[in-house]
């Protein structure tokens, strides 16, 4: 595969200031967001010295999996888009939407594709909803730049479906990070997807 298993942007946990001695920190209270953003990153390749995130476009692993020279359990392709399971996910179901061609951040991106990368975002999130994994809302992130926490320099669209109440699934799959059964996670989504969305 091609993740390296890294997990050192998790930041430690630490009880809050003021907290009594012993107190249990939560790993990541009230700010989900950030926590996506820290930590589904960095994972793909090691490092290389001549760009700025350290990742050569050639060995770009989101351009390798749009190539089909790098696995990735996919849910949804087009001419122009490709979205897959994020191979560390956070919950079960974490998609990434990545456009096809090379993009480093928004700032590389024509409009008109970053317009498509949320439209299918809209439609997973939809789709997660109506699948057999029954999300109840969804997050979808989009870190843009190092100081945003992207550190694979290939534009991506984060859509994590979310459960009422799932906080602590959601910590614990901060650290555990492993996929459960992603062919047929994927295989659940692509069947909603292929599913009408309801009339707005
Ligand atoms: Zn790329």
Do not use: W
Request: with cysteine; proline share 10%.
């Amino acid at each position: 595969m091609y993740s390296n298993g890294t997990e050192h942007d998790l930041p430690p946990a630490r009880a809050a200031p003021g907290s009594p001695p012993g107190a249990r920190a939560e790993p990541f209270p009230l700010r989900p967001h950030a926590a996506v953003g820290l930590c589904n990153e960095n994972r793909h390749l090691p490092p290389t010295s001549d760009s700025t995130y350290g990742v050569r476009v050639s060995s770009c692993i989101f351009c390798a999996i749009a190539r089909r020279e790098a696995p990735a359990e996919r849910v949804y392709e087009d001419d122009g888009l490709l979205a897959f399971l994020d191979v560390r996910p956070i919950t079960r179901g974490h998609t990434l939407v990545v456009p096809k061609i090379h993009a480093a951040e928004l700032g590389d991106l024509d409009a008109d594709t970053g317009a498509r990368m949320f439209r299918l975002g809209h439609r997973l999130a939809l789709a997660l909803r109506r699948s057999e994994l029954a999300a109840d809302g969804a997050n979808l992130m989009l870190n843009d730049g190092p100081a945003a926490f992207q550190t694979v320099a290939h534009v991506h669209l984060h859509v994590v479906p979310r459960r009422h109440g799932d906080r602590l699934r959601f910590a614990t799959g901060l650290l555990l990070r492993r996929s459960a059964e992603p062919a047929a996670t994927a295989a659940t989504i692509r069947a909603a997807l292929d599913e009408p969305d309801p009339a707005p």
